[in-house]
């Protein structure tokens, strides 16, 4: 085999850190191996996915409680949402017998020294990698977001991937961490003004259903805000299962330009729109927050609701990460969203949460959860500005 | 005839062949419970992988996939071990985390259902015992 191991990296894998660690440095020692990679390397930061109960069930909880009983992180680690608000769970509905099982899940990781942030926006709240940083990220947009927006480097780990990295501090090195990997294959021209994190998700759409993995370099974007880039990210992660892109202008990472060119035009945004767009949906659930919303899209959202009442029979949902809700509390934006009718959901979203059933259509601004709620959900959906979503909500 | 490839993970086993061409989704595709292949259409839907040599070309879907394996074992219906042309990390890691024994680079046209195999894993070789 090609992989050399230090010999700390070594004792890790004959079990003289513990059984865990000798579990973890297998999987990212194999992984290596798959992969043909040379060595291992350090990394700072990584954000574990796989904490929905709904996902992980009760194998998957077994696991993390038996790599519980030694394991402990070695880096700052944080967590994906999680199946529901850890807090107000009851008030939306979710049942008790799932809120104990997904309390477990929480413990499980809260044990091995994770820091239980529960958001898929781990960048806007604390664990921020910089440029060129070594980093074992899982949950496909936050990757996308490190490796293209911050210039990070992670590739796309799952679940027990990134926890085997958090008790070992190491990934193997290929894939993203290298620079061969990351350069653009192909030249994406927009050919439209785009507008709000809608869409910037409908551009993700259209990009991942067309390059079949070739990473994008794309120009003809004048400019994009941190929520819009989330959102792109988000969605070009989800319908293309890309780690990375170039946006000329925006993006920090240097890549030779690629002569192969597709063009975007506002067309082609109109027909991704018309794609997620059901025409017999009858909306009855409104979820902003795919991925995690800002605090500058909670105070946006608090002043579109201050003194409005939610339409009866529909249910919104505007999920975040719990620093940004306790913020958004002590702002008052908490209580102009809550007092109209509609809930500011911590540590949960609307792809994680057990709803299946509970409605029948969804109105959000994200591509990706529309891709979720049709997928998982069985909803049906409409993707609209923020601006629309919360019209429809009070109309 | 002894086929070579290579070690995912450790383990030896002898048993009856399960093969597939088609890739194999364990998360929503492979019933945790009793092993059943459940994906729609799939060539094995129906069959169960439970104490089987299991071979197929390489895994897809969700990483989720891998704690299915992980609950297949638990509930006692775990493949004894699998052959891949290619393994992905997804049934790498389903392996590593509960202790099948697993190869992959196995020239796998050469196997059939029914055949009694030795699973070598230690040294990636795969035995044809009849």
Known sequence: ?395 | MRLEGRRIFKGKATGEVLYTEEDISFYGGCDPETGEIVEKNHPLQGQSVAGKVLVFPTGKGSTVGSYVLYALKKAGKAPLAIINRATDPVIAVGCIISEIPAVDKIDIEKLRTGQRVEVDADNGVVTILD
Request: charged share 25%.
């Open chain 1, 1 to 395: 085999m090609g992989l050399e191991l230090t010999r700390e990296e070594q004792r890790m894998l004959d079990g003289e850190y513990g059984k865990a660690t000798r579990k973890a440095m297998e999987i990212i020692t194999t992984l290596g191996e798959i992969y043909g990679a040379n060595r291992l390397i350090p990394v700072s930061s990584v954000q574990i996915a796989g904490v929905s109960y709904h996902n992980l069930g009760e194998a998957g909880l077994e696991y993390l409680a038996e790599m519980a009983e030694d394991g402990k992180v070695r880096v700052l680690t944080t967590l994906n949402p999680a199946g529901m608000d850890l807090t107000e769970w009851k008030k939306h509905g979710i049942p008790e017998d799932f809120a104990v099982n997904q309390q477990r899940v929480v413990e499980a990781f809260a044990k091995m020294g994770v820091i239980t942030t529960c958001t898929c926006t781990p960048y806007l709240i604390g664990n921020l990698p910089h440029y060129g940083e070594h980093i074992a990220w899982a949950e496909s947009s936050a990757v996308c977001f490190a490796n293209s927006v911050i210039g990070a480097r992670t590739n796309r780990e799952g679940g027990p991937s990134a926890l085997a990295a958090a008790l070992t501090g190491r990934t193997a090195e290929y894939g993203l961490h290298l620079d061969e990997n990351r350069y653009a294959q192909v030249k994406y021209e927009v050919q439209a003004e785009l507008k709000g994190t809608d869409d910037f998700g409908l551009l993700g759409k259209v990009i991942g259903d067309r390059t079949k993995k070739k990473i994008p370099y794309i120009v003809g974007i004048k400019s994009a805000t941190t929520e819009e880039l989330k959102s792109f990210c988000a969605s070009v992660a989800t319908y293309g299962g890309l780690g990375i892109f170039h946006m000329e202008g925006i993006t920090p990472n240097q890549t030779p330009v690629p002569d192969e060119t597709e063009i975007v035009t506002s067309e082609d945004l109109a027909d991704a729109r018309d794609a997620l767009d059901d025409e017999d949906a009858e909306i009855d659930f409104i979820s902003i927050g795919c991925p995690h919303a800002s605090i500058k899209e909670i105070a946006r959202i608090a002043e579109l609701l201050d003194g409005k009442t939610v339409a009866e029979g529909k249910t919104v949902w505007i999920t975040t990460a719990r620093p940004t809700k306790d913020l958004a509390i002590k702002m008052g934006y908490y209580d102009k969203i809550e007092r109209a009718g509609a809930f500011l959901v911590s540590d949960a979203c609307c792809a994680v949460a057990p709803l299946k059933g509970r409605f029948k259509g969804l109105m959000t601004d994200s591509a990706k959860a529309c891709f979720y709620a049709r997928g998982k959900n069985k909803f049906k959906t409409e993707i609209r500005t923020v601006e629309e979503c919360i019209k429809e909500a009070i109309s």
